[in-house]
């Protein structure tokens, strides 16, 4: 009987929360796909799948340009509003959606950091300041024979392979890999070197990914978070390199990254005891992935467009002519300054392969906003994802579905300031990537070094048939885009 009357209680809440959702809800009149005004489920399900990349895309294709993607949640592909939601200052008012904040378990710790995951603005404000110089390109540079190490080491793997066909992804995870822990800790990984990261990416992608779908139903992550504390193992994530082994000031060898932390937590006041090792470890946890993946997508447009390839390499040879670069030596982060076609390539790669490329969500504030006709509420979620972005005329010019660099040289320089600043690549200037300046120094680097030396020649199709590998190039993800099967031959130059 009793379970009759739970049964019954339980349908009569269920269609009383559909007919709210679908009718009396304040986003009521905002088109998108049936189950996702229903329930949150519906994006849930579509990023469990890592359906996620071209999503939004194909929901703004279908439903216009306000797309209600979850009862609470819209996303919007009109630039006009980028500047409300995401310009500098906004970051106070704009919040970060609990989509990714519900993951800090540090909130009310103020010994402990999460940058990414930071609701407490004073906080962020405050560990932005003091670690700023830190990830300044000054600093990068001061680094930079970490990242020739591995520009060496890289290239003496691809000699290795020279003529094989391999899962070129793979090898710039690696190399992502032993960059990042070589600057952050001053001694790389040797993920390169052994063809093998011991499984580190494989777990760092199932932790984004669970990310990537647990954030939309909040009390569940919570919940998760809670019984994992009494160590129930809800998602198969590894750190990739315990806390335990981050060494401290004293017996780091080489100068690294975590040496500069360590001294700005000893000589600034207000610092939290444990935020230059958690500091480290987000260049690890936000580092490789999106560095690797940059990389790639350079790769990938580049090696599909010959008259791109071949520009870069004619600016190579000439730079090499002129004597500011050298074959087989690492470039110079100075030298790829003057490289200015390698820059607008990394530009336009990321402008249609932005590594992040859900929503960037945030939370309405007070005064609410009215996008397209559309007006939301305060509190709930609005956001735009930066691939969405990147195919906008109205910002980066014509025919924006190409890979054209030349776009980012002939720009005027009002128009070139408008594709800089309403871009969503390393996030929106309210809450801009710091990792930027460490990233570019060290992809401008790769890729120069890479091109002088190597011929590259990119062997299937993404979403295409199988390569000579045999291998299918797919690409998935819930929050940062992963691809599988990217085939490259490489030949020495
Ligand atoms: C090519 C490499 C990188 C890309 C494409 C990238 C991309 C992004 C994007 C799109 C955001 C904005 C997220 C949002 O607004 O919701 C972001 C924020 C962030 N990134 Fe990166 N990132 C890269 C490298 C790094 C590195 C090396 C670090 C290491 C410190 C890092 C740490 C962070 C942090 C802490 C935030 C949050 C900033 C804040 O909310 O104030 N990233 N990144």
Redesign the pocket.
């Known amino acids: 009987m009793w379970l009759t009357y739970i049964s019954f209680a339980a349908a009569a809440t269920i269609a009383a929360s559909i007919i709210y959702n679908l009718f009396l809800h304040p986003l009521a009149g905002i088109p998108g796909p049936l189950l996702a005004r229903i329930t949150p489920l519906w994006i849930f399900c579509q990023c469990k799948n890592n359906r996620r990349p071209n999503l939004d895309l194909q929901l703004h294709q279908q439903y216009g340009s306000v797309v209600r993607i979850s009862p609470n949640e819209v996303i919007f592909s009109n630039p006009a509003y980028f500047k409300t939601v ?1 310009g500098a200052g906004s ?1 106070r008012a704009w919040g ?1 959606s609990p989509f ?1 904040t519900v993951h800090n378990q540090f909130a009310r710790d103020y010994d402990r950091l999460n ?2 995951l ?1 609701s407490d603005m004073d906080k ?1 404000r405050f560990q ?1 300041r003091v670690f700023g110089p830190v ?1 300044s390109t000054a600093n990068a540079r001061k680094h930079e024979e970490l990242i020739d190490n591995n520009d060496r080491r890289f290239a003496a793997r691809l000699q290795s392979l020279a003529g094989q066909v391999m899962d070129f992804y793979v090898e710039l995870e690696y190399l992502g890999v032993d960059i ?1 822990c070589e600057m952050t800790f001053g001694e790389a990984f040797g993920a390169v070197e052994r063809g093998d990261d011991g499984g580190q990416m494989e777990s760092m992608a199932k932790r984004w990914s669970w990310i990537g779908y647990i954030g939309f139903i909040p009390w569940l992550c919570a919940l998760q978070h809670e019984l994992m504390k009494r160590n129930v193992p809800f998602s198969q994530f590894r750190c990739p390199f315990p806390v335990h082994a981050v060494p401290t000031i004293e017996d780091t060898i080489t100068p690294c990254i975590l040496d500069d932390l360590q001294i700005v937590s000893k000589t600034k006041s207000g610092v939290g005891r444990s935020w230059a090792t958690d ?1 480290a470890m ?2 690890i946890g ?2 490789i992935d ?2 690797s ?2 990389l790639a997508a350079v790769v990938a447009t580049v090696g599909s467009n010959p008259s791109a390839y071949e520009k870069l390499q004619t600016e190579l040879e000439d730079a090499v002519k002129s004597g500011l670069i050298k074959k087989n030596t690492p470039v110079p982060y100075d030298a790829t300054l003057s490289l200015p076609y390698l820059q607008a390539c990394v530009n336009e790669a ?1 402008r249609l392969y ?3 490329a859900v929503s ?2 945030r939370i309405v504030p007070q005064e609410g906003i009215v996008l397209d006709g559309y007006y939301i509420p305060p509190k709930y979620i609005v956001g735009m994802n ?1 691939k969405q972005l990147g195919l906008s005329e109205e910002v980066f010019g014509a025919d924006t579905s190409s890979f054209i660099p030349e776009r980012w040289l002939e720009a005027s320089k009002e128009q070139l300031g408008e594709m800089e600043s309403r871009n ?5 200037p309210s ?6 300046n ?3 120094v060290a ?1 401008a680097k790769i890729l120069a070094g890479l091109y002088l030396n190597f011929e590259v020649e990119v062997l299937n199709k993404l979403g295409g048939e199988e390569g000579p590998g045999g291998r299918r190039w797919i690409e998935l993800g819930s929050f940062p885009t992963k691809w599988e099967g990217m085939e490259v031959r490489v030949q020495p130059r």
């Open positions: 995401y970051s970060r990714l940058m990414l930071e962020l932005r990830y990042y500091m987000t260049n936000a580092g999106t560095t993946w940059t990321m932005p590594n992040v960037l969500a930066s969503l690549g390393f996030g929106g809450r801009k990537c710091p990792g930027k460490v990233a570019w992809m």
